[in-house]
Structures are given as C-alpha cells and as structure tokens.
C-alpha cells in the first residue's frame, strides 16, 4: 500500500509537491526540488 505525503519548501514554506511513498516506511523524504515561489532548487522536506 501506498501513501500520499506533500512535499513543503524550506524557504517559502509553500507546499509544492505531492508524492507517493510506501506505507510502512517510517523515515520523512527530503529532495532537491525547484521551487516556482522561490524561482530556485530548494531543499523539500515531508509534512505529517
């Protein structure tokens, strides 16, 4: 099973991404996504 987590700018705080991750995984995701606030590559963390 799969869940939807949402992926928020660290600059910004805007919530910019959706994704998928499996249900059973305890660890929060952290990416380098580009940001259309930001106008740059930021790092994106988790939310709960």
Known sequence: MREKVILV??????RNYTVT???GDDK?????KYCP??????LHKETR
């Open 9 to 14: 700018c660290t600059k910004c705080l805007s």
């Open 21 to 23: 991750k499996k249900q």
């Open 28 to 32: 929060r995701i952290e990416v380098m």
């Open 37 to 42: 606030h930001c106008n740059c590559r930021t």
